[in-house]
């Protein structure tokens, strides 16, 4: 049995050919996984549950179906921090805390999205901390739907923006921050996405232990799937059908 870790398909209606991925993912690559685990950012953009747009209303009722042979968790991204119960429920996922510990096969792990770890990105966790209040979310939730979604777009185009200005090590996670949550979790393995960077890296603790950290890639050209069993650990690519 397997279980199997995915993120950063940012899902949306202008790039069909993602969804198609993602739909003969769960029909043809599910053998033997006994749980799926979705790291964030499944979408591109949510602005909210009472605002999903066709395509995600059809993924729901897949993912629904799935559920009922394994379960389904989902940690939110920092493009769909939004997702509510509502959603949730209609797809049959179970929504975890941002940070998440399981025993993988006997492996304390941690899980998440990976956003919390780029602290040198000092602009995005002050916008982060703010859009994590429970007041600035009801707030939003109670905008009119044509207000909710120029907001969404304007978030989008600056956060391009800023990202084309940024270093790319500060988009990166700072390594304090993953030996910090190593040590305050008593993990030996991390999961995580966000940075669109697959990659299996190992490092020592100060007591000399040696830890893993698994980073999921994005699906924009390609799919990225972690593969986990109790004596392998696989970080393939699936080739998108032309």
Not at 213 to 236: C, H, M, T
Request: aromatic share 8%.
């Amino acid at each position: 049995m397997r279980t199997l870790f995915i993120g950063d398909l940012h899902l949306s209606a202008d790039r069909p050919d993602i969804t198609r991925a993602f739909n003969d993912f769960l029909d043809n690559q599910l053998d033997d996984v006994q749980a799926l685990y979705i790291l964030g950012d499944l979408f591109e953009v949510w602005i909210g549950d009472d605002l999903a747009e066709p395509f995600a209303i059809d993924l729901a009722k897949k993912l629904y179906r799935l559920s009922k042979s394994m379960p389904v968790y989902y940690i939110h991204g920092n493009r769909d921090f939004l997702l509510g119960k509502e959603y949730a429920n209609k797809a049959g996922m179970t929504l975890l805390p941002e940070t998440h510990c399981i025993d993988l096969y006997g492996v304390p792990t941690v899980i998440l999205h990976g956003d919390s770890l780029c602290t040198l990105d000092k602009a995005y966790q002050r916008f982060r901390r703010f859009r994590n209040l429970k007041l600035a979310k009801w707030i939003y939730s109670h905008l009119p739907r044509d207000t909710r979604k120029n907001i969404a777009r304007n978030i989008r185009s600056k956060s391009t923006q800023s990202n084309m200005q940024k270093n790319v090590s500060i988009m990166d996670v700072e390594q304090e921050a993953v030996s910090a949550l190593l040590d305050s979790t008593q993990t030996v393995q991390m999961i995580h996405g966000h940075t669109h960077r697959p990659d299996i890296h190992e490092m020592k603790s100060s007591s000399g232990i040696t830890r893993k950290r698994i980073v999921v890639g994005d699906w924009y050209e390609q799919a990225s799937v972690l593969s986990v069993s109790a004596n392998k650990l696989d970080l393939s690519v699936i080739p998108f059908e032309k």
